[in-house]
Each structure stands twice: as structure tokens, then as C-alpha cells.
T-cell receptor, first 117, second 113 residues
Framework: GDSVTQMEGPVTLSEEAFLTINCTYT??????LFWYVQYPGEGLQLLLK?????DKGSNKGFEATYRKETTSFHLEKGSVQVSDSAVYFC????????????????FGTGTLLAVQP | NAGVTQTPKFQVLKTGQSMTLQCAQD?????MSWYRQDPGMGLRLIHY???????DQGEVPNGYNVSRSTTEDFPLRLLSAAPSQTSVYFC????????????FGNGTRLTVT
């Protein structure tokens, strides 16, 4: 079945370092891809998304490019801040219900990012 | 805007007890869902609903019941709690069409002893 694989954390970086969190997926169709972020004590929030191959999603300095040839959607940021410390989840929409009301999200296991001052 | 509201925030139950986790949204979203979050497992879909009166099972439905009598509310019932149901539970909603992102509540941390 469809699945999402993320790099295991925690990822510990110093402020202003470059961030990459790897995400690869398995899907039979043409999924949409998402990155969600979870700050301590809160629910998940959408960070960015891409709906087709070669699309680049971006938000708050974070970017991810939908690479169909490598089935990847790696999250990057050029200069992290302490406030970016959170858990990051890669997710895909179930392509078997694409466009329908029953679109289901399949999540990766999450990657904890800790940024030190 | 309230968004998605979950109550309670924390709950401790003894094995065999029952309880209902409440979820309400004020965005007129057709789709609502329940996830559980466990370390190393990510988020797993328990049940979901595409509109009032319509519910369906997700990945891990056993031990949980849901109903959707109104667009706004989607309660999750544990009829006989088990330690394996110790988890953080998230309710999420979105508009019914297309690939709109999910809006999450802040979660309910449940411990079953």
C-alpha cells in the first residue's frame, strides 16, 4: 500500500545552519504531497504542499520539491532559527480517492528538529 | 476563529472504563477525522466522516466508535478502554472537496492504566 518514509530524528542543529529532512514515498497513482509541522503542545499545521511533479511548495523559508523520478519530497531551509524547533511530518494524499471527498492523508513517523542558539 | 476544538486536553482512565472524546469545528467543514499519534508510528487514521450521517473506518478502528449527527461535531467513543489505547488523539477537518489541507485540533492526551 501507499506509504511515507522520513528520516529518523532527532535532528539537532545550531541556529543559522542548513536544514534537510528527507522524505520518500510509495504510491500507485499521482499523490499530492504535504509537510506539516507540530509545535510543542499543539496540533499539526500545514507548512507547505505540492500537487504535481516538479512543483515546489514554499512557506516561511522552507521549501520542498515534488520529485516523481526519485519519489521524494525533501524539506529544506537555508537558515534555521530556534523558533523552528518542532516535529515535522511528511504526508501524501491517498491517490485512489484523488479528487473525491474521501481523500485520506498518510503520514510519515515525524522528525523532531531541535535548533540550539 | 475557534477552528477545531477538542475536549478534554488530558484524561486518565482505568482499564474497562468508557469515555467520549469531543471534537467540534466551526468552519462548516464536511470532512472530519480522528487520528492517534504514537511514538515512532506517526499519525494513524481511526475513523473519518465525509458528512453528517456518514462515517467510515480508517487504519486502526478497533475499539473505537464514532457518529456524525451534525456537521459541527464528531465525537470518538471508547467503549471499554485498554492500555493499548494510551495515546494522543487528534481531530482534524477540512472542506469536502479537492485537496484542501487538514485543520487539526490541539489534541487529547489519554492514559489508560
Amino acid at each position: 500500500g501507499d506509504s511515507v518514509t522520513q528520516m529518523e530524528g532527532p535532528v539537532t542543529l545550531s541556529e543559522e545552519a542548513f536544514l534537510t529532512i528527507n522524505c520518500t514515498y510509495t504510491a500507485t497513482g499521482y499523490p499530492s504531497l504535504f509537510w506539516y509541522v507540530q509545535y510543542p503542545g499543539e496540533g499539526l499545521q500545514l507548512l507547505l504542499k505540492a500537487t504535481k511533479a516538479d512543483d515546489k511548495g514554499s512557506n516561511k523559508g522552507f521549501e520542498a520539491t515534488y520529485r516523481k523520478e526519485t519519489t521524494s519530497f525533501h524539506l529544506e531551509k537555508g537558515s534555521v532559527q530556534v523558533s523552528d524547533s518542532a516535529v515535522y511530518f511528511c504526508a501524501l494524499s491517498d491517490p485512489s480517492f484523488y479528487g473525491g471527498a474521501t481523500n485520506k492523508l498518510i503520514f510519515g513517523t515525524g522528525t523532531l528538529l531541535a535548533v540550539q542558539p | 476563529n475557534a477552528g477545531v476544538t477538542q475536549t478534554p486536553k488530558f484524561q486518565v482512565l482505568k482499564t474497562g472504563q468508557s469515555m467520549t472524546l469531543q471534537c467540534a469545528q466551526d468552519m462548516n467543514h464536511e470532512y472530519m477525522s480522528w487520528y492517534r499519534q504514537d511514538p515512532g508510528m506517526g499519525l494513524r487514521l481511526i475513523h473519518y466522516s465525509v458528512g453528517a450521517g456518514i462515517t467510515d473506518q480508517g487504519e486502526v478502528p478497533n475499539g473505537y466508535n464514532v457518529s456524525r449527527s451534525t456537521t459541527e461535531d464528531f465525537p470518538l467513543r471508547l467503549l471499554s478502554a485498554a492500555p493499548s489505547q494510551t495515546s494522543v488523539y487528534f481531530c482534524a477537518s477540512r472542506p469536502g472537496t479537492g485537496n484542501s489541507p487538514l485543520h487539526f485540533g490541539n489534541g487529547t492526551r489519554l492514559t489508560v492504566t
